[in-house]
Each structure stands twice: as structure tokens, then as C-alpha cells.
């Protein structure tokens, strides 16, 4: 274990990663402990939605949508 700090600061590098991969009009939100929910507002169809962001050691990555 690293400790709260360290625990702390790997959070809020997901959620900044997370919020990179949403627009602006949506929402990522730390729910608990290491638990985060990301609000989509006005969806309109499926293929809006893209899921499984991967970033490989380049920092190029990609989207696959999200099955229904």
C-alpha cells in the first residue's frame, strides 16, 4: 500500500482523465470512495456514446461504443 496521498492523488487523475473523455456539458462526479459516475446530458442516439477509452505508452487511443 502507498498510502491516503498517493491513493488521493490516483483518484483525481481518474477523474481528470475521465473528464477529458466528456464533453462539456456532462458531468463526472467522485460518488464514493473509488467509485465515479459520469452523467451524459441530451442523448439522443446510442452511437453518441462511446465506451472502453485506451491510451497506450504514445498517448494515442481510441473509443468502441458502448453496447446497448
Do not use: M, N
Amino acid at each position: 500500500t502507498y498510502g491516503h496521498e498517493v491513493g488521493d492523488q490516483f483518484l483525481q487523475a481518474v477523474a481528470d482523465r475521465l473528464r477529458r473523455c466528456v464533453r462539456r456539458s456532462d458531468t463526472v462526479s467522485r460518488f464514493g470512495g473509488d467509485e465515479f459516475t459520469v452523467l451524459l446530458s441530451a442523448i439522443k442516439q446510442e452511437e453518441e456514446v462511446f465506451l472502453g477509452w485506451s491510451v497506450d505508452e504514445q498517448g494515442e487511443g481510441g473509443a468502441e461504443p458502448a453496447s446497448a
